[in-house]
């Protein structure tokens, strides 16, 4: 699987929208793009997910550029309850597995 | 549905005992996972089932490392003897058809003295 690049922390305030950036320069066509997220002594929880287009959910919105080397997560409207350590992992649809990265720490301020 | 099952939360032993954990997955689920999370090596996959069947056990450390999943509704993993490196949190989760949309549990915080 194509290896990611993600920075490891950054901030948003409350309220306004958080744009994750993550890099995946080798990603190959089969390869789709997953976040995760992981809350503070909590298991991972899944967020979305896409291959070519970009994708939205109850949670958050995922943009990928058309050479699909890199992709945006989106948490519209960031809460105190976001902060977490968020995961970029790219996955061929024929593995199984996910490999996990060191992540993203978002910090939502008030 | 519960989501993934695990227990013990906590469990404090002594360096050369044996330390079991127990997962439950989601029902109707195919796939289970055993994740490893520490603060030096992050989230590694140590082993996974499909259909009870053990797919992929790179991931597990050394011989002292086993796990089983004898019907669809449990899995253990079972460290012995255990040695204080083994100290991690460790995470169970389950999945559909082999979906990456990976279900989580709360995880099991494992301390060997």
């Known amino acids: 699987d194509a290896k990611t690049t993600q920075p490891p922390s950054m901030d948003c305030a409350e309220g306004r929208a958080a744009n994750l950036p993550c890099n995946h320069s080798t990603i190959s066509g089969n390869e789709y793009v997953y976040w995760y997220r992981q809350i503070h002594s909590q298991g991972p929880q899944y967020i979305i997910h896409?291959?070519?287009n970009n994708e939205t959910n109850e949670m958050a919105s995922l943009i990928i550029t058309e050479d699909r080397k890199s992709s945006t997560l989106i948490l519209p409207h960031a809460t105190l309850r976001d902060t977490a350590v968020y995961y970029c992992?790219?996955?061929?649809?024929?593995?199984?597995?996910?490999?996990f990265g060191s992540g993203t720490q978002l910090t939502v301020l008030p | 549905d519960a989501g993934v099952i695990q227990s013990p939360r906590h469990e404090v032993t002594e360096m050369g005992q044996e330390v079991t954990l127990r997962c439950k997955p989601i029902s109707g689920h195919d796939y289970l996972f055993w994740y490893r999370q520490t603060m030096m090596r992050g989230l590694e996959l140590l082993i996974y089932f499909n259909n009870n069947v053990p797919i992929d056990d790179s991931g597990m450390p050394e011989d002292r490392f086993s796990a089983k999943m004898p019907n669809a509704s449990f899995s253990t993993l079972k460290i012995q003897p255990s040695e204080p490196r083994d100290s991690a949190v460790y995470f169970c989760?389950?999945?559909?058809?082999?979906?990456?949309?990976?279900?989580f549990g709360p995880g099991t915080r494992l301390t060997v003295l």
């Open positions: 989760a389950s999945s559909t058809q082999g979906k990456g949309e990976q279900f």
């Open positions: 992992i790219v996955r061929s649809g024929s593995a199984r597995q996910l490999t």
């Open positions: 896409g291959l070519k």
